[in-house]
């Protein structure tokens, strides 16, 4: 399911690229398009999880350099019966964390020293299970193209703002129309992030409460990162990757349009969510108990 939502994000690109080369090129625009959407397709397959982690900076380490989160992941792994991601950091002071790769054995976690400083070792598994949890459930290469293809619309947008304002050579461009579509393509870039779905930061939440059996580390982890990012947000943050990271870079910023295009479920739901997952894990030890009781 999830390649199908990669390849029909993939098209949507190519043929994004293909109008608007046919409009202002005509059939030779049509065609450098169609290159162009066919280059840049094959790199956000391939290529636009180093991209992101080049844009952060994340620097890969070992196990010496990181013996407590190496530590956690391992754990993790074993528990998930995945391949052992390769594990990075970001210096920056504000929490955060995400997962990138295109599939479980070419998936990387990376993860701020803002983090490492602020929780314990039982928070940072809960959120080393939830980064887990999105390598397992194969959304990882879904969610970094959607970055890529998110990226290249804001560009897009840009350059007909731009034409707008200052024409071209064969003033081919209807400026109106070049306005239009600079103010929609945004927006567009924003559904294309929510087709993502909240719900799947949901699914990584329940799975990192099942692999951990421990909600609320990851509970505590939340409303910490939540309350801290409040304040800040990680260096060289934007609307086009914000979806990837466990807590939004900009909830912090209160604009009501924006909530309109929310890349993540408040806080509040998700706690929620893992109250309810306690209870029933809860309920299911209980059992397991009596069960044990009554057969041993």
């Given at each position: 399911?999830?390649?199908?939502?990669?390849?029909?994000?993939?098209?949507?690109?190519?043929v994004?690229?293909?109008?608007?080369?046919?409009?202002?090129?005509?059939?030779?625009?049509?065609l450098?398009?169609?290159?162009i959407?066919?280059?840049?397709?094959?790199?956000?397959?391939?290529?636009s999880?180093?991209?992101?982690?080049?844009?952060?900076?994340?620097?890969?380490?070992?196990?010496?350099e990181?013996?407590?989160?190496?530590?956690?992941v391992?754990?993790l792994?074993?528990r998930?019966?995945?391949?052992?991601?390769k594990?990075?950091?970001?210096?920056?002071?504000?929490?955060?964390?995400?997962?990138?790769?295109?599939?479980?054995?070419?998936?990387a976690?990376?993860?701020?020293?803002?983090?490492?400083?602020?929780?314990?070792?039982?928070?940072?598994?809960g959120?080393m299970a939830?980064?887990?949890?999105?390598?397992?459930?194969?959304?990882?290469?879904?969610?970094?193209v959607a970055?890529?293809?998110?990226g290249?619309?804001?560009?897009i947008?840009?350059?007909?703002?731009?034409?707008?304002?200052?024409g071209?050579?064969?003033?081919?461009?209807?400026?109106?129309?070049?306005?239009?579509?600079?103010?929609l393509?945004?927006?567009?870039?924003?559904v294309?992030?929510?087709t993502?779905?909240?719900?799947?930061?949901?699914m990584?939440?329940a799975g990192?409460?099942?692999?951990t059996?421990?909600?609320?580390?990851?509970?505590?982890?939340?409303?910490?990162l939540?309350?801290y990012?409040?304040?800040?947000?990680?260096?060289g943050a934007?609307?086009?990757n914000?979806?990837m990271?466990?807590?939004?870079?900009?909830?912090?910023?209160?604009?009501?349009?924006?909530?309109?295009f929310?890349t993540?479920?408040?806080?509040?739901?998700?706690?929620?969510?893992?109250?309810a997952?306690?209870e029933?894990?809860?309920?299911?030890?209980?059992?397991?108990?009596?069960?044990?009781?009554h057969?041993?």
């Amino acid at each position: 399911m999830e390649q199908i939502k990669t390849f029909l994000l993939l098209g949507s690109l190519s043929v994004l690229l293909v109008f608007i080369g046919g409009y202002f090129g005509g059939q030779g625009g049509m065609l450098i398009a169609l290159l162009i959407a066919g280059g840049m397709n094959f790199y956000a397959y391939y290529f636009s999880d180093t991209m992101i982690l080049k844009h952060y900076n994340a620097q890969e380490v070992d196990p010496r350099e990181a013996p407590m989160l190496y530590r956690v992941v391992e754990r993790l792994v074993e528990r998930a019966d995945i391949p052992m991601p390769k594990v990075y950091i970001i210096h920056d002071h504000i929490p955060n964390a995400f997962a990138t790769g295109r599939n479980p054995s070419h998936a990387a976690v990376a993860i701020t020293t803002g983090l490492l400083e602020l929780l314990n070792e039982d928070e940072v598994e809960g959120v080393m299970a939830h980064e887990l949890s999105h390598v397992a459930h194969r959304d990882i290469l879904i969610a970094t193209v959607a970055a890529t293809i998110a990226g290249a619309v804001a560009f897009i947008a840009n350059m007909l703002q731009f034409g707008a304002m200052f024409g071209n050579r064969n003033n081919r461009g209807n400026p109106i129309l070049m306005i239009v579509m600079a103010i929609l393509l945004p927006i567009a870039a924003s559904v294309i992030q929510m087709t993502i779905s909240r719900s799947r930061e949901f699914m990584a939440d329940a799975g990192a409460a099942h692999l951990t059996g421990h909600p609320e580390w990851l509970q505590n982890a939340l409303i910490k990162l939540s309350n801290y990012n409040a304040r800040g947000e990680v260096h060289g943050a934007t609307p086009e990757n914000a979806h990837m990271f466990i807590i939004s870079p900009f909830d912090g910023k209160n604009f009501s349009f924006s909530n309109l295009f929310r890349t993540h479920p408040t806080t509040e739901q998700r706690l929620e969510r893992l109250e309810a997952l306690k209870e029933e894990l809860s309920n299911m030890n209980e059992q397991n108990k009596l069960y044990d009781r009554h057969y041993v």
